[in-house]
């Protein structure tokens, strides 16, 4: 064994404690787990979902200008200008997941 995928380990096994890429997969009484690939497999894509789920959030939140200049931006502008030029386009290049 080696280089293991202990996330998804982890995610198809709760009660995994511990793993270690050259013995395997352990509960906390030190008995070893038989891992299944195919249920790794399946948890591995469970957590890419989880994760593309909410990388817009990251995203978005970096290609915001900071709070001081979307206020002055509103302040000069209005509400729904900043809607417009800062809000939407950021929200159509990173959509939500459905």
Known sequence: MANLDHNAIYKAYPDCKRIDD????FKADGSQISLVQSEIDAAR???NSE????LYKSQRKAEYPDWDV?????YHN??????????DPVKSKYPKPS
Request: aromatic content about 8%; overall charge negative.
């Open 22 to 25: 050259s013995t395997g997969a």
């Open 45 to 47: 894509i469970t957590l």
């Open 51 to 54: 994760a593309a789920a909410v």
């Open 70 to 74: 979307q206020l002055d931006y509103i």
């Open 78 to 87: 209005g509400i729904d200008k900043w809607k417009t030029d800062i809000v």
